[in-house]
């Protein structure tokens, strides 16, 4: 049950009577659990199938078959393109429902920034070289520690470089700059595209949501990508933020807490949160 009341007060400011409302919340708690349920078990019963034909397919594009003839490549790579971006899909609808269930476990590791963010530069720079577009790594705030979850910290950044990589004009770079503010490192990514729509912001983090439905076809988004990224940097303590001008470009930056780190290696909080 959900219980909510208050108390009426005379003019004496005596609370007199009470007044309330009991609500039944059995059945949404059930039919919250289900969906979870639901959500884990398809995308663990696509993924393992999913797993294996991507496989598959990534050998025969490797040349496992032998010479194949021109059209019959065409075709084994754009399946193995297609099912690397169906097992991205249920990633991030995995990454959703733990998130909002509670779910997610973060295992933390004293985090050197500039190496963090050069591996997921380097990860990510064959993907933006399919839109013609390069990464500039601006700062070298050498020996900044924060305290992350790796693999989670790397899904972060590569959202950001992968939007501003797809949403970046042909032959323009990305920059990419690490920088300390107070007791906060920030990571930024700037981009010199579109920019985000005024009218569209306050949706930007939303699940599923595009400000071009279009772009699920011609990018390759979904519009969880964002909604995921705020969810991971608040679980790491951290804060997500963008600036953005209409026809000029968009920085999106993530700050966390510098953490300093002690002889023993043993990281100490420079500030408590
Ligand atoms: P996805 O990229 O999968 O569509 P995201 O949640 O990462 O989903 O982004 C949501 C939407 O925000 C994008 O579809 C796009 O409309 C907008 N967006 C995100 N990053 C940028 C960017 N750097 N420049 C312009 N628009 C962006």
């Not at 007060?9 to 639901?38: C, H, N, W």
Request: charged share 25%.
């Amino acid at each position: 049950f959900n219980a909510r009341g208050m108390a009426i007060r005379s003019e004496q400011g005596v609370a007199v009577r009470m007044a309330g409302a009991l609500t039944d919340i059995t059945e949404r708690y059930k039919a919250e659990q289900m969906k979870s349920e639901f959500v884990s078990i398809v995308s663990h019963e696509l993924r393992t199938p999913l797993t294996s034909i991507s496989g598959s397919l990534r050998l025969a594009c490797g040349g496992v078959l032998g010479d194949l003839p021109p059209k019959a490549k065409n075709l084994l790579e754009t399946a193995y393109k297609n099912s690397l971006r169906l097992g991205a899909l249920i990633d991030d609808l995995l990454d959703m429902e733990k998130l909002s269930a509670g779910k997610m476990q973060m295992h933390f590791e004293v985090t050197e920034v500039l190496s963090a963010v050069e591996l997921a530069v380097e990860t990510n720079r064959s993907y933006a070289e399919q839109w013609g577009v390069g990464f500039d790594i601006q700062a070298q705030l050498e020996h900044a520690f924060v305290r992350t979850d790796p693999a989670r910290f790397q899904q972060i950044l590569a959202n950001f470089l992968s939007n501003a990589a797809k949403y970046s004009p042909k032959s323009c770079n990305v920059d990419v700059t690490v920088a300390r503010i107070g007791s906060m490192i920030r990571i930024s990514v700037r981009d010199y595209g579109p920019g985000i729509p005024m009218e569209f912001r306050e949706r930007l983090f939303q699940k599923f949501s595009q400000a071009d439905s279009s772009d699920t076809r011609e990018k390759g988004g979904t519009g969880l990508g964002l909604a995921i990224t705020k969810d991971l940097v608040e679980g790491m303590g951290g804060k997500l933020g963008f600036e953005s001008e209409v026809g000029k470009g968009s920085c999106f930056y993530v700050e966390l807490p510098e953490i300093t780190v002690t002889a023993q290696n043993q990281p100490t909080l420079t500030e408590q949160s």
